[in-house]
């Protein structure tokens, strides 16, 4: 019997060893292994006090690496997670984590221009003219470039052959702090915001995407709205809250939702930010004269999505379009501090305008 027993813990332990040596060669096989065969090289900024959680889920995010979690576990294994330093890097998809690492913490920090930020549901207009407040262009060169793009950068980027021809780069202008050089043009201001779209806007989107039989353009214009339906009115120079962004990104996605119900029903879908876009009244509540604006962006007036985005949404206004929740709502009020309230029939909306909107 204890000859068995013994027998038994042998192989045990045997197999505890095959399976760490297995777990072992795998995970270095991931560690060097890159999130593309291809070089995709950007600009990377690590803020001052990012934890080492956050600085993974950006490199995830922009496509730099696959595993947030491996990258953790390999800077802590190497115990330099302190030693990460704030700044701008030049990093590429094609390098493994290792590398990335050694880069980050041994401050291989890229002198490249100053940063410039664009916020979520910034309108090319608004971009362009805090492009020219920051000194780098005049407006007009901006506006130009994005509402006329090349032929060039319709050649290099697939997914613009999603919008009509005739349409600007609104909706594809990705929010997020860029470094820029004095003396850019215009076109390779946006060629860098394209590219962040592009590494940002996943295989995995777009193929949930086509599995949905949607349009990525669509997508857009329904994410557009969303973005600027859908947020938190705070005072400059304070910031949101994981728990206020979680409700955000909740909200948003019931909001999309509501949307996607209407146009199910051949409802319209009445959204004041879509009258907002046309009069240039940013977060204002639309009166009953602006509902009357013949414009195809009315979307009191005409049924379904408006025919372009009607600004540059964030990815996580992208999400909540493509993965909306299943609802029954089909209301909904955004109250002055921006926070979301939902009806299922009109007298319930009434009651919440009456409530929240005071």
């Known amino acids: 019997m204890a000859s068995q027993i013994l027998t038994i813990v042998k192989w045990l332990a045997l197999l505890i060893i095959v399976l760490g040596l297995a777990l072992f060669v795998f995970a270095v096989v991931k560690l060097n292994r890159p999130a593309t065969t291809t070089s995709a090289e950007q600009d990377f900024v690590i803020k001052a006090g990012a934890t080492t959680k956050q600085i993974a889920a950006d490199l995830r995010d922009r496509g730099i690496i696959k595993s947030g979690l491996l990258f953790e576990i390999y800077i802590r294994f ?24 050694g880069i980050l913490t041994q401050g291989k920090i890229k002198d490249v221009g100053e940063r410039f930020t664009v916020i979520e549901g910034w309108r090319i207009e608004e971009i362009a003219a805090n492009l020219e407040t920051s000194a780098f262009l005049k407006k007009e060169e901006f506006i130009e470039a994005a509402n006329r793009p090349s032929v060039d950068l319709a050649a290099e980027f697939e997914f613009l052959n999603t919008k009509p021809a005739n349409k600007s780069l609104e909706g594809f202008l990705f929010p997020d702090t860029y470094i820029l050089k004095a003396g850019m043009s215009a076109e390779e201001i946006a060629r860098k915001m394209l590219q962040n779209f592009d590494a940002k806007f996943s295989r995995d989107l777009r193929e949930e995407i086509a599995k949905q039989g949607r349009k990525l353009y669509d997508v857009l214009i329904l994410a557009s709205m969303v973005e600027r339906e859908v947020g938190r009115n705070v005072a400059r120079g304070t910031s949101l809250t994981q728990d206020d962004r979680d409700r955000i990104a909740s909200e948003r996605r019931v909001v999309a939702g509501i949307f996607l119900n209407r146009l199910s029903l051949g409802m319209a879908l009445e959204s004041d930010a879509t009258i907002s876009y046309i009069t240039g009244r940013r977060g204002a509540r639309a009166t009953f004269k602006e509902i009357k604006i013949d414009s195809p962006y009315n979307t009191y007036k005409y049924r379904g999505l408006p025919p372009a985005p009607i600004a540059n949404p964030s990815l996580d206004a992208i999400k909540a379009a493509i993965n909306p929740a299943k609802t029954d709502y089909l209301f909904f009020v955004t109250a002055p501090d921006g ?12 009651r919440n305008r009456e409530m929240y909107l005071r």
Not at 78 to 101: C, F, H, R, W
Not at 344 to 350: A, G, S
């Open 78 to 101: 190497q115990g330099t997670e302190n030693k990460l330093q704030a700044g701008v890097y030049s990093l590429d998809s094609n390098m493994a984590i290792p590398k990335i690492v």
């Open 339 to 350: 926070t979301a309230y939902f009806a299922k029939t009109l007298r319930e909306h009434i």
